[in-house]
């Protein structure tokens, strides 16, 4: 066989391991041939790749990033591509195509396949928020990040007796500061599945210092939101790819937060760290795995399907579940963390 494989959206720790094992499964066992294209769809769409044998993916397991490069494609290009998707396929030669991305990327692989090209995809977002895995690779990298975050950053609010706001990524789904917040024991989470009441957290604030505790953290996701007319907040403008550009809630957050206790507040903006560097052992594993069942699912002809994680077993989905419906936060999950919510 003839396989393709790219990296689309944004970057994220364990993409170099799916990339390294696709090749060894199958360059090594299966006696494919793989490419590589560069920057995501838009070298799929250009003609932009290279061969992928064993020397090419030595050493890069525990890489961060990508050495394929990663870039967003407009729709129209993606829909022209799809128009032509006989041409592109018979240009390239592939009898298989291996997309590794999150929701944007694997909705551009759902609408491939349906126009008839050998999709098989590799679901990855630090977010986690993809319905049809019970984790993605690169999630536990960015909670074990935020967490170690906000494990430092208590030592230094309490000796100068702030208000930390550690602002985590999530725009849409809050896992990474649910689960940041609980391993770090931040004292407030909010996350974008429920909005929340400025009050309460002054008032968590207070009891705090009341308490002779001179000192808070609150772990906020990028998407998270005031509850309305509680506080300023502006909505972000959709960018040229569908995505809200979010204002800033961690700094706007630290600034009402001082200006009702009167107590010295710093937002925290995590930001891009919580996707780059080396991938946690959890990561390099999940990738791995994800990789070896995708070339295995070329060979069985399983296309316009993904893997997915189900309990300890990898599992192929259908592209279409996948891209259903976003994997937020259950009620459950806050329920367990309601004290600090």
């Not at 291996?98 to 995809?121: F, S």
């Not at 967490?147 to 609010?157: F, Q």
């Not at 300023?232 to 937060?257: C, M, S, V, W």
């Not at 060979?299 to 893997?307: E, V, W």
Request: contains cysteine; negative net charge.
């Amino acid at each position: 066989m003839r396989i393709g494989v790219l990296t689309a959206g944004g970057d994220c720790p364990g993409l170099n391991a799916v990339i390294r094992s696709v090749v060894h499964r199958a360059v090594v066992d299966r006696h494919d041939e793989v490419i590589g294209f560069e920057d995501g769809f838009k070298g799929l769409l250009d003609g932009r790749y290279r061969e992928l044998d064993i020397d090419s993916v030595s050493g890069i397991l525990a890489r961060g990033g990508t050495i394929l490069g990663s870039a967003r494609l407009e729709r129209d290009r993606l829909r022209e591509a799809c128009r032509n998707s006989e041409e592109l396929l018979d240009r390239l030669g592939l009898d298989a195509l291996i997309p590794i991305g999150g929701e944007g990327t694997l909705t551009a692989a759902r609408m491939l396949a349906d126009a008839g090209l050998p999709v098989v995809g590799v679901p990855k977002t630090i977010d986690n928020d993809i319905s049809a895995t019970d984790r993605t690779f690169g999630f536990d990298t960015a909670v074990t990040v935020a967490t170690e975050a906000i494990d430092r950053l208590k030592t230094t609010a309490e000796s100068h007796q702030r208000v930390m706001v550690v602002e985590v990524m999530g725009r849409h789904a809050g896992w990474i500061a649910l689960e940041a917040g609980m391993a770090g024991g931040a004292h407030g989470i909010c996350v974008p599945e429920r909005p929340f009441q400025i009050d309460d957290l002054c008032k968590m604030i207070e009891d705090r210092f009341a308490r002779g505790k001179k000192f808070a953290v609150v772990c906020v996701a990028e998407g998270a939101r005031p509850v309305e007319g509680s506080m300023p907040y502006e909505k972000g403008q959709i960018d040229q790819y569908g995505h809200e550009r979010f204002t800033g809630i961690g700094n706007r957050l630290a600034i009402e937060l001082e200006h009702r206790l009167g107590k010295e507040a710093r937002p925290v903006i995590l930001g891009h760290v919580q996707r780059g560097g080396t991938p946690t052992a959890y990561d390099r594993v999940l990738a791995t795995r994800f990789g070896w069942h995708a070339v295995e699912a070329a060979h069985r002809g399983a296309f316009g399907m993904m893997t997915a994680l189900r309990g300890t077993e990898i599992v192929m989905a259908p592209l279409a579940e996948a891209v259903a419906e976003l994997k937020t936060v259950p009620q459950d999950r806050m329920d367990e963390t309601e004290a600090v919510f």
